[in-house]
């Protein structure tokens, strides 16, 4: 009897180690496949987000992105873009086609040592909860975060920047965690950066004039036409400005073309600062300008032009023998307003250039370096 009892004692031990060795297997099990699901979602997530970026042909829709989308998309407080800009070409090629953007969490560098010195010499992913760190890297942020994920940016084993995310939740970047999805999504960041810049100069070629760093013809009459209907619908005034440089043929033939160019460059180097941001200023061909003024009335576009007139009346410019000379401007104005008579985009756009454009020459008639307003109202300034 005893050795009865003593077997069934026996066997039921490995009979209840076998269950609970099955629960951990099934809990492990569990485990991994609730692992493989919460990575398939992210994935999918960083994937989705990946196309998003990807899908980007300019360099202001790339930075909205990143720098406003990514915040929600990855619920992080921070998202923070630092670019290497050494010769300031990304800056330039940015102003050059959009003017400034305003974004505080988009920073320029000179050189990598700045970058360098937060990797310190490495180009690995840096998962930290160093709260030193974090107050010194988003010291200008509002937002707090309490765990940091930097990526730094690398293209054809190039630092080319680095992108800083800063979440809440401390545990969010914890050192040790798998970083093949961020090491990823960083690569592609850089892809895009690199395949938007590229765009963005293709860009410019067909929109800025390179000589003096204004806008070309094609891109003043896209604006032009933007401008007409966005005036139309707020109902407030909008003013173009011709100016023709006084007998610039002779400049070119007295002192050559180099030093006609240079004349032209000083012009527009000279006028850029006397405008706004939403004012476009473009080379119309030759040794024409011409300024287009959002939201301005005509007695503001003639104290406008008038200052133009006056500013480029004491430039100085040097010929290849040093020998120095003035160069003077004829301006005309155009003003039109939605309460005019009804016309349409095309006619409005039409109105515009040709009114201005006889505003140049009523002020070359008048002996130049003026500025005239043609019909309807005849107004002749300073002439």
Same mark, same amino acid.
């Given at each position: 009897? !005893? ?15 076998? /269950? ?12 991994? +496949? ?82 360098? /010195? ?44 680095? %992108? ?26 850089? +892809?895009?950066?690199?395949?938007? &810049?590229?765009? /963005? ?6 929109? &800025? ?17 933007? !401008? +007409? ?5 707020? !109902? ?43 004012? &476009? ?26 200052? +133009? ?17 003035? %160069? ?42 003026? &500025? ?12």
């Amino acid at each position: 009897m !005893e050795n009865k009892r003593y077997n069934q004692t026996t066997t039921s031990i490995p009979i209840k180690e076998q /269950e609970r060795h099955n629960r951990e297997l099934s809990a492990t099990l569990n485990n991994l +496949i609730n692992k493989a699901k919460q990575n398939q979602i992210t994935q999918e997530k960083f994937y989705q987000l990946e196309l998003h970026l990807l899908q980007s042909t300019s360099l202001t829709g790339l930075f909205e992105k990143l720098l406003v989308e990514l915040s929600q998309k990855l619920d992080l407080e921070i998202v923070e873009l630092h670019l290497i800009d050494s010769n300031d070409e990304i800056q330039r090629l940015i102003h050059d086609i959009y003017g400034d953007l305003d974004y505080e969490n988009l920073s320029y560098h000179k050189s990598e040592s700045t970058l360098n /010195e937060i990797y310190q010499g490495n180009q690995d992913i840096l998962l930290s909860q160093d709260q030193e760190l974090i107050n010194q890297l988003f010291s200008f942020s509002s937002k707090k975060a309490y765990s940091v994920a930097l990526l730094p940016l690398i293209r054809e084993n190039t630092l080319i920047g680095s %992108i800083h995310f800063g979440s809440h939740n401390k545990q969010r970047f914890v050192p040790g965690l798998a970083t093949s999805f961020l090491q990823h999504f960083g690569s592609i960041i850089s +892809i895009c950066i690199e395949n938007a &810049v590229t765009q /963005e100069q293709f860009k410019l070629l067909s929109l &800025v004039d390179l000589l003096t760093r204004t806008k070309n013809r094609r891109y003043f009459i896209q604006s032009l036409t933007k !401008e +007409i209907a966005r005036s139309s619908r707020s !109902e407030s005034p909008i003013s173009c400005l011709f100016m023709d440089l006084d007998h610039f043929k002779e400049v070119n033939d007295s002192h050559g073309h180099l030093t006609g160019d240079r004349a032209l460059q000083s012009v527009a180097t000279t006028i850029m600062p006397l405008l706004r941001k939403s004012d &476009v200023f473009a080379r119309f061909g030759g040794e024409e300008f011409t300024i287009l003024l959002p939201d301005t009335s005509q007695k503001q576009a003639l104290e406008i032009a008038e200052r +133009i007139r006056q500013e480029i009346s004491q430039i100085s410019i040097a010929n290849d023998l040093n020998q120095a000379f003035k %160069i003077t401007v004829s301006i005309g104005v155009s003003t039109w307003s939605a309460n005019k008579a009804s016309m349409t985009y095309e006619q409005v756009q039409n109105y515009l250039i040709s009114q201005a454009d006889k505003g140049v020459y009523l002020a070359k008639d008048k002996g130049r370096n003026c &500025v005239a307003v043609a019909p309807e109202t005849l107004k002749i300034s300073n002439c």
